[in-house]
């Protein structure tokens, strides 16, 4: 894809989805303390979460997630603000979030920073993202092995879209390889920082697809709905049960390399979610 009809992609991505999760406020974009920088213990691997609600969930199921795996020092925090005020650029420019997320890595005990897109910076451009230079350098200065994550989630608003071709459809699978370009340049500047990109995102657009193709009934009543048994919650598209399980796979996978058939079968569900997540990371 061009850099022409990427910039369409985007500004059909900014009026739907920078309007709803990555926009800013909305259902349940209000900030809210989650974790203490004086919980921080020099002995844990210690993994700090700056986003909003499209990663959140799977940030606060990613520790007993690794305790499972035998990653069983893994400690997690969270620095939560919603919508798009939850994106790299806003989270800077906040001098609470900001003074926050630096008190976390003023510890010097951060082993992994993840960042989650877009910045308004990042939709307008497709190719900087200031703030997370800013983080970075920050988080090196405190730790030199500080390793440094970026997200990219999936398109809100699930429900305004006929079936599973069309939400796909100018969607962040198009964003993404912008996100890894992003990442590669974060690499050449930071030269002995471990850099890694992950689109825990691509499992909307999978399990959507499997969801209208009937591979999910056993599990999955409706498309937005009781968290137990939809793929979304709600009409901006906040992740069901089967989702935030399924992607926290994904995560596992970015922080700890660890693959998901080495997990223990999820008895919860009827589909194995681990061979979904196989393969997103597979593509």
């Avoid at 009026?15 to 259902?27: A, F, I, M, T």
């Avoid at 349940?28 to 993994?47: A, I, K, L, R």
């Avoid at 959507?208 to 599990?219: I, K, N, P, Q």
Wanted: with cysteine; charged share 25%; aromatic share 10%.
């Amino acid at each position: 894809m061009n850099k022409k009809v990427a910039f369409l992609v985007v500004t059909l991505l900014v009026s739907v989805s920078l309007s709803g999760c990555l926009g800013r406020g909305g259902k349940g974009g209000q900030d809210e303390p989650v974790s203490s920088p004086d919980d921080v213990d020099g002995d844990d691997y210690n993994v700090l979460y700056i986003g909003h609600s499209f990663g959140r969930k799977f940030a606060e199921l990613l520790e007993d997630y690794a305790h499972t795996a035998g990653e069983t020092n893994h400690a997690q925090y969270i620095e939560f603000s919603g919508g798009e005020s939850g994106s790299p650029g806003l989270l800077w420019d906040d001098a609470k979030h900001q003074a926050n997320i630096k008190a976390f890595l003023d510890t010097g005990e951060i082993d992994v920073l993840i960042m989650i897109c877009c910045s308004p910076e990042f939709m307008q451009t497709l190719d900087t993202d200031q703030a997370v230079w800013n983080f970075t350098d920050y988080a090196v200065a405190k730790n030199p092995n500080v390793r440094i994550g970026l997200a990219m989630p999936w398109k809100d608003f699930p429900g305004e879209y006929e079936n599973a071709s069309e939400y796909a459809t100018n969607s962040t699978l198009d964003l993404y390889p912008y996100w890894g370009n992003l990442s590669d340049e974060l690499r050449a500047d930071y030269p002995g920082t471990d850099v890694f990109t992950f689109h825990h995102g691509a499992l909307a657009y999978e399990m959507r697809e499997m969801f209208e193709a009937g591979d999910l009934d056993e599990d999955i009543e409706r498309l937005q709905g009781p968290k137990a048994t939809s793929l979304f919650t709600d009409e901006k598209g906040h992740a069901g049960d089967i989702l935030v399980d399924t992607g926290t796979l994904i995560w596992l996978h970015a922080v700890h390399g660890i693959d998901p058939m080495d997990m223990p079968e999820f008895t919860q569900w009827e589909t194995d979610i681990r061979v979904i997540a196989n393969t997103i990371l597979e593509e």
